[in-house]
């Protein structure tokens, strides 16, 4: 069973610092997603990750993807409030349509 | 595009009774899929169509629970008899799977709030 971990599960960060979200997972895959949910909102897709070594930006965001490590991580430059969202990382099994989800990283952003 | 579109948004019920979620896919997908997200298990997929056709159901917690695909723009999931621990956020997402077997990215619908008392 393809198991997705992210940590930190919560984050508080004052404006202006960076910040790193990792997602680990269990088994070999070449799809990886991040999502942002706001409180009562859906799940909005941010960056689509299919190559070992793809990075995206957008923004003050950006996404890699390390599939030997089983690792990606999503950066925060200079947050800012608007920033402060649950951030999901989804991992595509071998199976080819399922996706397995982290538990989400809660982050808040304090001026 | 619309999106994917789900209603209601937020359904009250008692428990015992039916409930009805719908769906209605991006057009040109192929692919839909119903999710439940709660604080203690977070997301969780019940039920993958390709082409309307079910393909793998075997999130869906029990027999109270049937999900229906009757064309490529609607589907629906179905509680019947409604509980109280049925109460959680029930998301649908489209997406397009290609001949070559890749799935572009999962689009998510609004979702709909279910609160069985």
Known sequence: ?111 | DAGVIQSPRHEVTEMGQEVTLRCKPISGHNSLFWYRQTMMRGLELLIYFNNNVPIDDSGMPEDRFSAKMPNASFSTLKIQPSEPRDSAVYFCASSFLRTSGALSEQYFGPGTRLTVT
């Open chain 1, 1 to 111: 069973e393809l198991k997705v971990e992210q940590n930190p599960l919560f984050l508080s960060m004052q404006e202006g610092k960076n910040y790193t979200i990792y997602c680990n997972y269990s088994t070999t895959s070449d799809r990886l997603y991040w999502y942002r949910q706001d409180p009562g909102k859906s799940l909005e897709s941010l960056f689509v990750l299919l190559s070992n070594g793809a990075v995206k930006q957008e923004g003050r965001l950006m996404a890699s993807l390390d599939t030997k490590a089983r690792l990606s991580t999503l950066h925060i430059t200079a947050a800012v409030h608007d920033l402060s969202a649950t951030y999901f990382c989804a991992v595509g099994s071998n199976s080819g349509y399922a996706l397995n989800f982290g538990k989400g990283t809660s982050l808040l952003v304090t001026p």
